[in-house]
């Protein structure tokens, strides 16, 4: 996965880059132990990059400027 759109272990997993067993392993893992929860975790952790809470950031930030 993309390092900053998931978190190793939590929503995802990190493959080796240039590795494809690796991907096929952590992606059959995935799919037999870990589907629900990563899911779950997903939408968690994307609501911490929603387009609302961005524009509020950065207003905070240009007010503050």
Same mark, same amino acid.
């Given at each position: ?9 939590? %929503?995802?997993?990190?493959?080796? &880059? ?6 096929? +392993? *952590? ?13 779950? %975790?997903?939408?968690?952790?994307? &609501? ?6 961005? +524009? *509020? ?9």
């Amino acid at each position: 996965g993309i390092e900053s759109s998931m978190l190793d272990g939590f %929503n995802g997993y990190l493959a080796e &880059q240039g590795q494809p067993e690796d991907i096929k +392993a *952590k992606v059959l893992s995935i799919l037999k132990n870990h589907y629900q929860e990563f899911s779950k %975790n997903s939408l968690e952790f994307q &609501q911490r990059f929603s387009w609302a809470k961005t +524009a *509020k950031e950065y207003d905070r930030y240009y007010r503050q400027s």
